[in-house]
């Protein structure tokens, strides 16, 4: 009997289906009819049915506003089993919850994805004016705790490579020149963890460490958030940050990083 290479069985409607969902993975948050036929080089009929079929199925999901489309919240609830899977909030879980009991503050894990970090898991505070962390929603690189933890840990190529030729401005407080980011990254580096002083939204305040597998390579962040009169750089300095650097390690070391 000739045994078959696997790419013999390869169906072409779902690898075209597959490639629909990839083209979501970097800067797009939302692509059309056309651009998708103009990627993909099929016909746009062809990408309308593809689209009718995974957006029946929760993958994709259409923006009525402008009609284009993004993916949907079963391809988020794929990711999350996958990492799942892979321990990473299982093993999140747990610290986030004994995090939030010391600190009083709201906590979330996110892992970067389509250009910016994603949270997957958070925890909120049992305070009446807290912070809740939108599960799923993209968060830029530049502006936040997270992201800045992400970029600091990375190589100068990785960082030029997920940075947009020009940092958008949220608030008065965004660090919109590159290299002022670059140094703040270095020292971000140094300290092992990073602050966001209002700098995504106003007057929220979020302090976030890099998370590590085995490998030491960073999977993802833990980070704390809460308003800013209760985020004061000395509570910070001398009392966030020592306890999600406790917390980051830890997690770290559950897979396999270390402290």
Request: with cysteine.
């Amino acid at each position: 009997m000739v045994r078959r290479e696997k790419s013999n069985y390869i169906i072409r409607s779902v690898s075209h289906a597959l490639d629909v969902i990839e083209q979501f993975y970097g800067d797009a948050d939302e692509l059309g009819v056309t651009d998708l036929s103009k990627r993909l080089k099929l016909h746009k009929n062809n990408i309308f049915r593809l689209l009718a079929t995974l957006e029946s199925r929760g993958y994709i999901e259409q923006n009525k506003a402008t009609e284009n489309y993004r993916l949907g919240v079963r391809s988020l609830q794929l990711g999350q089993a996958y990492i799942g899977r892979m321990g990473l909030l299982r093993q999140a879980r747990p610290i986030m919850e004994a995090l939030v009991k010391q600190c009083r503050e709201s906590a979330y894990v996110a892992v970067a994805r389509r250009g910016g970090m994603v949270p997957l898991d958070s925890v909120d505070a049992d305070q009446p004016i807290r912070l809740v962390s939108q599960i799923g929603e993209t968060l830029p690189l530049h502006c936040t705790a997270s992201g800045k933890v992400q970029l600091a840990f990375e190589s100068e190529e990785e960082q030029k490579a997920r940075l947009p030729d020009s940092l958008k401005k949220y608030t008065s407080s965004t660090i919109t020149e590159r290299q002022a980011l670059v140094q703040q990254l270095r020292a971000v580096s140094e300290k092992g963890y990073a602050v966001d002083a209002g700098e995504y939204v106003e007057d929220v305040r979020s302090v976030a460490v890099p998370i590590k597998d085995y490998t030491g390579r960073v999977v993802g962040t833990l980070a704390v958030s809460g308003p800013s009169y209760r985020l004061a750089n000395e509570r910070i300095q001398k009392e966030l940050a020592p306890l999600i650097l406790k917390a980051g390690g830890e997690l770290s070391s559950r897979l396999g990083g270390g402290n």
